[in-house]
């Protein structure tokens, strides 16, 4: 499977690009001597490789903003903190759906069918109202926005792992396990997680790009982190109303953020393929 | 047939409830109440409380606030047009969000589907890829750099556009936010399109239909696209979900004063009436498609059709 | 062309991209159907036969390619010289070939057709399109023919969707599409393979009446020898995408050359010899995209000769209908005797059909 993924290119350079996204977003703020939060009146709006006047023989590697706040270190933390609250929600998202997905679907019966109807029922609501909705109540923070995606995610990756549950509670090896005597949990961890994993991997990579844009709509409609720590979001929030004379400070962040979506979309397809066809089936007739 | 229907209409429905029971909750649990902070006696307090009937039973509130929710009684505005009727609000403003909105939608569709057909008829070509990297971008790319990409070179460098909503040229300030709102839908319809057409395209009763004689163009209409239509319904679905929350934050780049820039407003001016309001009629358009969508479908598909007679 | 075929196939080669690398799977085939008989046309699957006849529709996957050959068809008239459909282009294949000079049933009744439209429709469609008639009488004709293909309620089933017909009544519509246009050539790819064994029986008696009311040129595809000791006249035996023997249905049947066919009429299970254990062709069908030298049947054959591992025999002729491609053959060799097994069974067989043939 890993020669499948290796094969397709645009999956490697997705890789690439969120491995070195993540590296510049955990070393990059360290590599400048400003903090994310370092305001200096004097150096509003300095354009790219503009010298510091704090730090001699340093340079704002790509300007500053309207309070004078290094932009290479604001955009390498708000990657950070994009990528930590989008990773953190789903694996959250990926907890609360085996949880949910092996107890409906290996369990089934009464509980399986009032599950169900409950999840139908809040399957009909937009998910962007209920986040919303929550966001108006919670106090801004990382805490609350990282419940509002947890809120927004769940759904789709315990339907999956029920759905996988399903399937796999039938097979002949499951049935096997049964009849020599395996206990519930043991035939759930060794036999069915196992090979429900890289559905649930792929689903799990392929809601991640989910969660960073809609942690950007939070940020932008201010909802999101609030100053002054930053996501990617909130940069392209507060870079966007000086858009027209500073467009460096609209134009950096949604770079990053494009590159991190896309990549992993691009990994996430790769990763997909290369899966489908290990389980046998190919696009010819 | 009719008991799926039924069974359909009853789940939306339930849905509605719990939807207007979350709001009920939220307006309640929300930070102070809309006269705090303006130096009031307590009997000044006491009669305000009675005449918006802050003074009754929870229960009583909850079937009050239903009643009137499905009066199209919204409630009045707190903060931002004082005392204004949230309902006329929000008549006002709708129309140009409808607007925006179903233009986005019809063109994303319309074009995503043509790319994701034709891109899959002529597979082996190099028109292929090219509207695979189109539809990577357009999925990974969200609404909002796109109408800021969009208002930069169009807008303030090229000036074809306006730059900002104005009331003297609607049609032509609602053309942009349309294309920020489409792209996502095109992408998303084309790349499922493709991947549809191409596993329908290869199935055993595309061969019947080529062995029968038929013309590309005549298979393609007639026995491909209906066939691949079917799954590409339930994925539009959802993308009117990605629509409400791209208009949002479209609307507030371009001003356009639709519910969206409303709903902005409202959440940073702490108005939650108006705020639960046009979340409230959200959820009730989003509702009413999916319940569509599913009749739809059962139309579309006569396995679904008619197993669901028999199933009676 | 010789006059009694109805269609030739002349060193066909046809190849399919693996792994980025494109392998020929056909690997020069010839065949000749003469007008009016059941050709069967055997093998185990992957060697080639279902690729082989839906290169004459042009129904091939997309990624295949012709690399070589003529595939010369008879023109109704059968006056001039044949056209060589494997210069035409698909569009043109379809829109002229198929349905009127060909007609194609396919293996899985239950996805050959098409979900979401009416058996009615589907079979009308064919008149509606090329002969343009109108529907009135498009649904008449579609009637008549749902009744010659043994539907006991045309009208009924003319309404129906797909899904609600059984297997073997859905292989009776796609039967009927097939004929729809009047071909002279049915291809028939495995028809009765995935029904039940009592349905499979009712279906080849259908195809078998058909065949004889309408004079059809059959190609039946398939890898049950069953059906075609049933219905063939003429028995091509197929192996890695070429054709290793070749003959009349009692030069296979009675006198089989090639030891891959040994291989196979040993491997049918016999009711007359309960007690025997069946015999099974030791090793596995090459894999061709490994690249192959010398005969692809040579290492599971127990009477290959050392040259057949260099280069790959040619076609010898054993008679004026028999041809096989073995050294055993070339006239310098002894042909080794039958494997005795084989060779009890089959005299047991043909007595058994010398009876029945005098009871006729």
């Given at each position: 499977?890993?020669?499948?993924?290796?094969?397709?290119?645009?999956?490697?350079?997705?890789?690439?690009?969120?491995?070195?996204?993540?590296?510049f977003a955990l070393i990059g703020p360290a590599l400048s001597p400003y903090t994310y939060d370092e305001v200096s009146l004097s150096s509003q709006y300095l354009p790219p490789g503009a010298p510091s006047e704090e730090y001699p023989g340093h340079l704002h590697f790509w300007g500053t903003d309207e309070l004078g706040r290094d932009l290479w270190t604001r955009v390498w933390?708000?990657?950070?903190?994009?990528?930590?609250?989008?990773?953190?929600?789903?694996?959250?998202?990926?907890?609360?759906?085996?949880?949910?997905?092996?107890?409906?679907?290996?369990?089934?019966?009464?509980?399986?069918?009032?599950?169900?109807?409950?999840?139908?029922?809040?399957?009909?609501?937009?998910?962007?109202?209920?986040?919303?909705?929550?966001?108006?109540?919670?106090?801004?923070?990382?805490?609350?926005?990282?419940?509002?995606?947890?809120?927004?995610?769940?759904?789709?990756?315990?339907?999956?792992?029920?759905?996988?549950?399903?399937?796999?509670?039938?097979?002949?090896?499951?049935?096997?396990?049964?009849?020599?005597?395996?206990?519930?949990?043991?035939?759930?961890?060794?036999?069915?997680?196992?090979?429900?994993?890289?559905?649930?991997?792929?689903?799990?990579?392929?809601?991640?790009?989910?969660?960073?844009?809609?942690?950007?709509?939070?940020?932008?409609?201010?909802?999101?982190?609030?100053?002054?720590?930053?996501?990617?979001?909130?940069?392209?929030?507060?870079?966007?109303?000086?858009?027209?004379?500073?467009?460096?400070?609209?134009?950096?962040?949604?770079?990053?953020?494009?590159?991190?979506?896309?990549?992993?979309?691009?990994?996430?397809?790769?990763?997909?393929?290369?899966?489908?066809?290990?389980?046998?089936?190919?696009?010819?007739? | 047939?009719?008991?799926?229907?039924?069974?359909?209409?009853?789940?939306?429905?339930?849905?509605?409830?719990?939807?207007?029971?979350?709001?009920?909750?939220?307006?309640?649990?929300?930070?102070?109440?809309?006269?705090?902070?303006?130096?009031?006696?307590?009997?000044?307090?006491?009669?305000?409380?009675?005449?918006?009937?802050?003074?009754?039973?929870?229960?009583?509130?909850?079937?009050?606030?239903?009643?009137?929710?499905?009066?199209?009684?919204?409630?009045?505005?707190?903060?931002?047009?004082?005392?204004?009727?949230?309902?006329?609000?929000?008549?006002?403003?709708?129309?140009?969000?409808?607007?925006?909105?179903?233009?986005?939608?019809?063109?994303?569709?319309?074009?995503?589907?043509?790319?994701?057909?034709?891109?899959?008829?002529?597979?082996?070509?190099?028109?292929?890829?090219?509207?695979?990297?189109?539809?990577?971008?357009?999925?990974?790319?969200?609404?909002?750099?796109?109408?800021?990409?969009?208002?930069?070179?169009?807008?303030?460098?090229?000036?074809?556009?306006?730059?900002?909503?104005?009331?003297?040229?609607?049609?032509?300030?609602?053309?942009?936010?349309?294309?920020?709102?489409?792209?996502?839908?095109?992408?998303?319809?084309?790349?499922?399109?493709?991947?549809?057409?191409?596993?329908?395209?290869?199935?055993?009763?595309?061969?019947?239909?080529?062995?029968?004689?038929?013309?590309?163009?005549?298979?393609?209409?007639?026995?491909?696209?209906?066939?691949?239509?079917i799954p590409i319904l339930t994925v539009m679905a959802p993308m009117l979900v990605e629509l409400i929350t791209g208009s949002m934050v479209v609307e507030n780049i371009f001003s356009v004063p639709g519910l969206g820039s409303l709903f902005v407003l409202s959440v940073q001016s702490g108005d939650y009436n108006v705020s639960v309001s046009i979340m409230f009629l959200y959820?009730?358009?989003?509702?009413?498609?999916?319940?569509?969508?599913?009749?739809?479908?059962?139309?579309?598909?006569?396995?679904?059709?008619?197993?669901?007679?028999?199933?009676? | 062309?010789?006059?009694?075929?109805?269609?030739?196939?002349?060193?066909?080669?046809?190849?399919?991209?693996?792994?980025?690398k494109r392998v020929m799977f056909i690997r020069g085939v010839d065949l000749s159907l003469p007008k009016g008989k059941i050709l069967a046309l055997v093998g185990e699957s992957g060697s080639g036969k279902t690729l082989t006849a839906r290169s004459l529709m042009s129904l091939l996957p997309k990624a295949a390619r012709i690399e070589s050959g003529e595939i010369l068809l008879?023109?109704?008239?059968?006056?001039?010289?044949?056209?060589?459909?494997?210069?035409?282009?698909?569009?043109?294949?379809?829109?002229?070939?198929?349905?009127?000079?060909?007609?194609?049933?396919?293996?899985?009744?239950?996805?050959?057709?098409?979900?979401?439209?009416?058996?009615?429709?589907?079979?009308?469609?064919?008149?509606?399109?090329?002969?343009?008639?109108?529907?009135?009488?498009?649904?008449?004709?579609?009637?008549?023919?749902?009744?010659?293909?043994?539907?006991?309620?045309?009208?009924?089933?003319?309404?129906?969707?797909?899904?609600?017909?059984?297997?073997?009544?859905?292989?009776?519509?796609?039967?009927?599409?097939?004929?729809?246009?009047?071909?002279?050539?049915?291809?028939?790819?495995?028809?009765?393979?995935?029904?039940?064994?009592?349905?499979?029986?009712?279906?080849?008696?259908?195809?078998?009446?058909?065949?004889?009311?309408?004079?059809?040129?059959?190609?039946?595809?398939?890898?049950?020898?069953?059906?075609?000791?049933?219905?063939?006249?003429?028995?091509?035996?197929?192996?890695?995408?070429?054709?290793?023997?070749?003959?009349?249905?009692?030069?296979?049947?009675?006198?089989?050359?090639?030891?891959?066919?040994?291989?196979?009429?040993?491997?049918?299970?016999?009711?007359?010899?309960?007690?025997?254990?069946?015999?099974?062709?030791?090793?596995?069908?090459?894999?061709?995209?490994?690249?192959?030298?010398?005969?692809?049947?040579?290492?599971?054959?127990?009477?290959?000769?050392?040259?057949?591992?260099?280069?790959?025999?040619?076609?010898?002729?054993?008679?004026?209908?028999?041809?096989?491609?073995?050294?055993?053959?070339?006239?310098?060799?002894?042909?080794?005797?039958?494997?005795?097994?084989?060779?009890?069974?089959?005299?047991?067989?043909?007595?058994?059909?010398?009876?029945?043939?005098?009871?006729?």
């Open positions: 499977m890993w020669s499948r993924f290796k094969r397709s290119r645009g999956a490697m350079a997705g890789l690439f690009c969120i491995a070195l996204l993540s590296l933390m708000g990657t950070r903190i994009s990528l930590y609250v989008a990773l953190l929600s789903v694996l959250i998202d990926l907890t609360i759906g085996i949880l949910y997905g092996v107890t409906a679907g290996y369990y089934g019966g009464a509980v399986d069918l009032i599950l169900q109807r409950i999840l139908e029922v809040i399957q009909g609501i937009p998910t962007i109202v209920i986040v919303t909705l929550l966001m108006l109540v919670l106090k801004p923070g990382l805490v609350s926005i990282t419940v509002a995606l947890v809120f927004a995610g769940w759904i789709n990756l315990s339907l999956l792992v029920r759905a996988q549950v399903l399937k796999l509670k039938e097979t002949e090896y499951v049935l096997a396990s049964k009849t020599l005597g395996a206990s519930d949990l043991s035939i759930i961890i060794r036999d069915i997680l196992p090979n429900a994993a890289g559905q649930i991997v792929i689903m799990a990579m392929m809601s991640v790009p989910g969660a960073i844009f809609l942690e950007a709509y939070l940020s932008f409609l201010g909802l999101g982190i609030p100053d002054p720590m930053a996501s990617l979001g909130s940069l392209i929030n507060s870079g966007f109303k000086s858009m027209l004379l500073y467009p460096w400070l609209v134009l950096i962040p949604v770079i990053i953020f494009v590159l991190l979506v896309v990549s992993f979309n691009l990994a996430a397809d790769g990763l997909r393929d290369a899966l489908d066809v290990t389980l046998g089936t190919s696009e010819d007739r | 047939m009719k008991h799926f229907f039924l069974k359909r209409i009853l789940i939306s429905v339930l849905t509605l409830l719990l939807i207007v029971l979350v709001m009920f909750i939220l307006l309640n649990a929300m930070p102070g109440t809309p006269f705090t902070g303006r130096h009031l006696k307590a009997e000044q307090l006491e009669v305000l409380r009675r005449q918006y009937g802050l003074d009754l039973p929870v229960f009583q509130r909850y079937f009050k606030y239903l009643f009137n929710l499905l009066r199209g009684d919204f409630g009045v505005s707190y903060t931002l047009q004082k005392n204004m009727s949230v309902a006329e609000m929000l008549r006002l403003r709708l129309p140009l969000t409808l607007r925006i909105g179903l233009q986005a939608m019809l063109a994303g569709s319309l074009i995503g589907l043509f790319l994701g057909i034709i891109s899959a008829v002529r597979h082996n070509t190099l028109l292929d890829p090219l509207v695979s990297v189109l539809s990577l971008l357009g999925s990974g790319i969200p609404s909002f750099v796109f109408a800021l990409g969009l208002m930069y070179v169009l807008a303030f460098r090229a000036g074809l556009f306006p730059v900002l909503y104005s009331a003297e040229t609607p049609v032509k300030s609602t053309i942009l936010p349309s294309i920020a709102l489409a792209m996502f839908p095109m992408a998303n319809i084309a790349r499922y399109t493709r991947a549809e057409m191409i596993s329908v395209l290869s199935s055993d009763y595309i061969s019947l239909a080529e062995a029968k004689g038929l013309s590309e163009g005549r298979i393609i209409a007639r026995h491909a696209l209906r066939n691949a239509l959820s009730l358009f989003f509702i009413v498609t999916m319940l569509c969508v599913d009749l739809l479908y059962g139309f579309i598909d006569p396995r679904i059709r008619l197993s669901r007679r028999e199933g009676q | 062309m010789e006059d009694n075929n109805i269609l030739e196939v002349h060193n066909l080669k046809i190849s399919l991209p693996v792994r980025e008879k023109s109704k008239t059968g006056d001039e010289p044949g056209t060589d459909l494997a210069k035409l282009s698909h569009a043109r294949i379809v829109n002229t070939v198929n349905a009127r000079r060909i007609g194609m049933v396919f293996q899985d009744p239950l996805t050959t057709l098409n979900p979401t439209m009416t058996v009615g429709k589907q079979l009308a469609e064919g008149y509606k399109v090329h002969e343009h008639r109108f529907a009135g009488e498009a649904k008449k004709r579609a009637l008549e023919l749902l009744a010659s293909v043994g539907l006991p309620e045309p009208e009924r089933c003319f309404k129906q969707y797909p899904h609600e017909l059984s297997g073997g009544m859905r292989q009776r519509v796609i039967i009927a599409i097939a004929l729809s246009l009047n071909p002279d050539i049915l291809i028939c790819d495995e028809p009765t393979t995935s029904l039940d064994v009592t349905i499979q029986a009712r279906i080849l008696e259908l195809l078998k009446k058909l065949q004889a009311e309408r004079q059809l040129s059959v190609l039946y595809i398939t890898h049950d020898l069953g059906v075609v000791a049933e219905i063939a006249d003429i028995i091509y035996v197929m192996y890695a995408g070429r054709i290793v023997e070749e003959g009349s249905r009692s030069d296979i049947l009675y006198h089989p050359a090639h030891p891959y066919t040994w291989g196979l009429l040993s491997s049918v299970p016999d009711m007359s010899f309960k007690e025997e254990r069946l015999i099974s062709i030791p090793g596995t069908p090459p894999d061709l995209s490994s690249g192959l030298r010398g005969d692809p049947f040579a290492p599971r054959n127990a009477w290959a000769l050392p040259e057949d591992f260099e280069e790959e025999p040619p076609m010898f002729r054993l008679s004026s209908t028999h041809a096989v491609r073995s050294r055993l053959y070339d006239g310098a060799h002894t042909p080794p005797p039958l494997p005795e097994n084989l060779a009890r069974r089959i005299g047991n067989r043909s007595s058994a059909a010398e009876k029945e043939e005098r009871h006729d």
